[in-house]
T-cell receptor, first 115, second 113 residues
Framework: GDSVTQTEGPVTLSEGTSLTVNCSYETKQYPTLFWYVQYPGEGPQLLFKVPKANEKGSNRGFEATYNKEATSFHLQKASVQESDSAVYYCALSGTGGSALGRLHFGAGTQLIVIP | NSKVIQTPRYLVKGQGQKAKMRCIPEKGHPVVFWYQQNKNNEFKFLINFQNQEVLQQIDMTEKRFSAECPSNSPCSLEIQSSEAGDSALYLC???????????FGEGSRLIVV
């Protein structure tokens, strides 16, 4: 079945340092890949998505490239801020029928940014 | 700022009691999902609807949960007889017919004591 594996947290960084959260996936389909972010007391919010292999998504300084050969979708940010502290989820979506839009989430990576 | 509205934000129930949560999907989104997020942040898909029809559901949902999305009324998820293991954040999400992006509400946190 479909699965997503990501960096185990928590990840603790100082403000201004760079972030990489690894994400690997398994699927027999051709998924859209997502990064969601969840702040305390809130539901997950879409950070960005990439529907096609070899394309890059980005938002708020975060970016990830859909690498079909390596089955990876690593999240990166050059310089984190305290406000980036949250839990980040990598997810994939099926591409057809009732599976369309059903997301398979990774376990989440908690990011703690120290000022 | 979620456009998917979930109520209540919190509910506390005793074991064996019913627990009911409601969801108003984003306007124009006919497909609705319910997920359970446990204390380890793991997501479990429960059920999804397209308009009023169930698309998929897991065994647990068939047996102890009931859910519906009636026309012109909020969707709902009800646990018939709450168990301690049901304590979790219940997330509702919606999407467009042809899209694959889910938009989540803020969730209803159930505590079963």
């Amino acid at each position: 079945g479909d699965s997503v594996t990501q960096t185990e947290g928590p990840v603790t960084l100082s403000e201004g340092t760079s972030l990489t959260v690894n994400c690997s996936y398994e699927t027999k389909q051709y998924p859209t890949l997502f990064w969601y972010v969840q702040y305390p007391g809130e539901g997950p919010q879409l950070l960005f998505k990439v529907p096609k292999a070899n394309e890059k998504g980005s938002n708020r300084g975060f970016e990830a490239t859909y690498n079909k050969e390596a089955t990876s979708f690593h999240l990166q940010k050059a310089s984190v801020q305290e406000s980036d502290s949250a839990v980040y989820y990598c997810a994939l979506s099926g591409t057809g029928g009732s599976a369309l839009g059903r997301l398979h989430f990774g376990a989440g990576t908690q990011l703690i940014v120290i000022p | 700022n979620s456009k998917v509205i979930q109520t209540p934000r919190y509910l506390v129930k005793g074991q064996g009691q019913k627990a009911k949560m409601r969801c108003i999907p984003e306007k124009g989104h006919p497909v609705v999902f319910w997920y359970q997020q446990n204390k380890n942040n793991e997501f479990k898909f429960l059920i999804n609807f397209q308009n009023q029809e169930v698309l998929q559901q897991i065994d647990m949902t068939e047996k102890r949960f009931s859910a519906e999305c009636p026309s012109n009324s909020p969707c709902s998820l009800e646990i018939q007889s709450s168990e301690a293991g049901d304590s979790a954040l219940y997330l509702c999400a919606s999407r467009q017919n042809s899209g694959n992006t889910l938009y989540f509400g803020e969730g209803s946190r159930l505590i079963v004591v």
